[in-house]
């Protein structure tokens, strides 16, 4: 079946910092989502990637799509204690939505 | 986007009752619902798929006598944990992603604690 891998697991960073996180599927995606998690909170979703090598980039995050739509990344630059949470990728296979196990940013104020 | 309500946020039973927990699509018709359970520090893992008028698809591993999904309409899902036991303390999550919504929108979550 369709697996979604995510590196790291735990990132510690400097606020001030650079961050990012990868993720990579095991079969050709639709596209791919990223969801952020606060400590406590549910999912919330901030970006879809539909198109093979497509970056978008929402103030401080940059998402990239890999050219083969097998991999993705988020990079946040110039961390803020505000980013604290937990990143996932989800793959999207036709119906179904398969989560990364998520990358836990802490930001060292 | 979606706005998905979900009740209790908090939950703690005995050891063999049951608890029901809803998911309300408020201003969206979701055929389609996902049921998500999260261990601590873990990554969502998907229970089931609530379908509007027919039978949830379980996921593999998932006993469906166990977690018992009703979706009797377009905007209420709701999701029974039978015969409760302090394993199956979780967070439970929906999400509505219905037809022609690519996006999950996700339920706040209720925290199931089972004594």
């Known amino acids: 079946g369709q697996q979604v891998m995510q590196i790291p697991q735990y990132q510690h960073v400097q606020e001030g910092e650079d961050f990012t996180t990868y993720c990579n599927s095991s079969t050709t995606l639709s596209n791919i989502q990223w969801y952020k998690q606060r400590p406590g909170g549910h999912p919330v979703f901030l970006i879809q990637l539909v198109k093979s090598g497509e970056v978008k980039k929402q103030k401080r995050l940059t998402f990239q799509f890999g050219e083969a739509k097998k991999n993705s990344s988020l990079h946040i630059t110039a961390t803020q204690t505000t980013d604290v949470g937990t990143y996932f990728c989800a793959g999207h296979y036709g119906q179904n939505f398969v989560f990364g196990p998520g990358t836990r940013l802490s930001v060292l104020p | 986007g979606a706005v998905v309500s979900q009740h209790p946020s908090r939950v703690i039973c005995k050891s063999g009752t049951s608890v029901k927990i809803e998911c309300r699509s408020l201003d969206f018709q979701a055929t389609t619902m996902f049921w998500y359970r999260q261990f601590p520090k873990q990554s969502l893992m998907l229970m089931a798929t609530?379908?509007?008028?027919?039978?949830?698809?379980?996921e593999q591993g998932v006993e469906k006598d166990k977690f018992l999904i009703n979706h009797a309409s377009l905007t209420l899902s709701t999701l029974t944990v039978t015969s409760a036991h302090p394993e199956d303390s979780s967070f439970y999550i929906c999400?509505?992603?219905?037809?022609?919504?690519?996006?999950?929108?996700f339920g706040a979550g209720s925290r199931l604690t089972v004594l």
């Open positions: 609530s379908n509007e008028g027919s039978k949830a698809t379980y």
């Open positions: 999400s509505v992603g219905g037809s022609g919504a690519n996006v999950l929108t």
